[in-house]
């Protein structure tokens, strides 16, 4: 792992645990949340990819952001951590929206995330979709 990746990551971390408009019941996962803005990133493009970027790995290569969370994600899903840890990425996507086949890969590829076609327009039944 690279170490401007690494300081990309702890200050994103830092930014975000910083900002004043968390309470003190807040609790929330830096690297959660930069996995979920990451596969977003693998799917963006333009202005919306460059603010992504910026946000959670300013000045590292699309490439090297992908290869990051995927390592971490391995080590955090190996048993060589003497903790117990499981995480699910998933991508919920409308019912009948067509992604290019290279997203998908990619999500599969980085991320072992599963993707799952929900009807958003049925916001009820969309909010209490299970893992």
Known sequence: M?????R???????????????????????????IALAMVYLGAKENTAAQIRNTIAKNISEEE???????VL??????NLNVTLESANRVYVQ?????LDSYIEGIKKH?????????????????????
């Open 2 to 6: 690279s170490q401007t990746m690494i």
């Open 8 to 34: 990309s990551q702890a200050d994103f971390a830092l930014n975000l645990l910083r900002d004043g408009s968390l309470n003190s019941s807040t609790i929330l996962s830096p690297i959660s949340i930069s």
């Open 65 to 71: 952001i992908h290869a990051h969370f995927s390592s």
């Open 74 to 79: 391995t080590l955090i899903n190996s048993n």
């Open 95 to 99: 019912n009948n929206f067509k992604l």
């Open 111 to 131: 991320y072992s995330g599963e993707l799952e076609e929900i009807n958003f327009n049925q916001a009820s039944a969309a909010a209490n979709v299970r893992f």
